[in-house]
């Protein structure tokens, strides 16, 4: 899954135009916003590029400042709409994001990109993406040929801004009820987990989050296995698609569900993506039937004559 932040390509020169000198990748989208927070605190053009000009030593033309302020503001002048309050749908953004691991900026229109293998999945993202940006339709899921993947495509900086800060600080989001926590636990799942047989596994490279994961699960009645080192940096890994092999670049980790608690997650969580739900609802349907004939086999103690 790869989950990036695209933007168009803006020039941007500093002092003399005439010498036009591109500024590092980097340096333009702390400038973008640094004209954010400005147009937002009403200043002229005018006084944003003196300001700009103090705090970074850069110089913006008029031009691609308002050309920045219309790309922040929708034609009505208000800044672009984003629901921040708590719901499932911001909660399942999260986790999709946070799954992930990674946000990735390559432009100025904080473009939130999701490419994933499972139709189901981009379409889920896509409804949630709508509504917690208030858009009247879903994003549109396309196939992307090169990528071999679903895509879909939103944009918003101030969802980007938003979903930038550590993880710890979106947990009042996540936590915000039980429909939430369930939302993210689904989109966490959907992005990381898998199924095979009754394993029901979740990887990730942060730790402190897989913790936290697992304190969530809890809070559902769902319990789990301790976390283990699930595969080790500067290891080999073959990717079956291109044939190229990658190696490794941080830790693993690892846990699975206990086989007990599957048909309580997939009654409370689940999978958005069908192909992952129905091998989950074999295995609970299995851990069930188990479940009902060991205890039939338990006599009664009064059976048992004592
Ligand atoms: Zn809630």
């Given amino acids: 899954m790869f989950i990036g932040i695209q933007t168009d390509s803006l020039s941007l020169y500093a002092r003399q135009p005439k010498k036009r000198s591109y500024l590092a990748l980097g340096n333009r989208i702390e400038l973008y916003y640094l004209v954010s927070q400005l147009i937002q605190l009403r200043l002229s053009y005018r006084q944003i590029q003196q300001a700009v000009l103090q705090r970074k030593h850069a110089w913006l033309s008029k031009s691609t400042i308002s050309y920045w302020a219309r790309r922040i503001h929708n034609p009505l002048g208000k800044v672009s709409q984003f629901q921040s309050g708590p719901s499932p749908e911001l909660a399942y953004v999260i986790g999709v994001v946070l799954g992930d691991g990674n946000l990735n900026i390559h432009g100025y229109n904080a473009e939130l990109i999701l490419a994933v293998t499972d139709y189901d999945f981009a379409k889920e993202f896509s409804a949630s993406l709508a509504t917690i940006l208030v858009q009247p339709k879903p994003y549109k899921v396309r196939w992307h040929p090169r990528k071999n993947r679903w895509v879909v495509q939103g944009s918003s900086i101030l969802l980007y801004n938003f979903l930038s800060r550590d993880w ?34 979740l990887h990730n490279t942060k730790k402190a989050l897989l913790l936290y994961i697992q304190d969530l699960l809890n809070q559902h009645r769902v319990e789990t296995s301790r976390l283990y080192l699930h595969r080790s940096k500067g290891t080999a890994l073959l990717d079956p698609k291109s044939g190229k092999v990658y190696f490794r670049r941080k830790d693993g980790f690892s846990f699975i569900v206990r086989t007990k608690s599957l048909p309580q997650f997939a009654k409370e969580i689940g999978f958005s993506i069908e192909r992952k739900q129905k091998r989950l609802a074999e295995a609970a349907r299995g851990v069930m039937e188990r479940t009902l004939i060991s205890n039939e086999a338990i006599p009664h103690s009064d059976s048992r004559g004592l």
Avoid at 173 to 185: K, N, V
Wanted: with cysteine.
């Fill in 168 to 201: 710890r600080n979106l947990k009042k989001w996540i936590e915000h009820c039980s429909r939430c926590r369930a939302a993210f636990l689904r989109a966490f799942y959907d992005a990381e987990g898998s199924i095979s047989g009754r394993k029901l596994s």
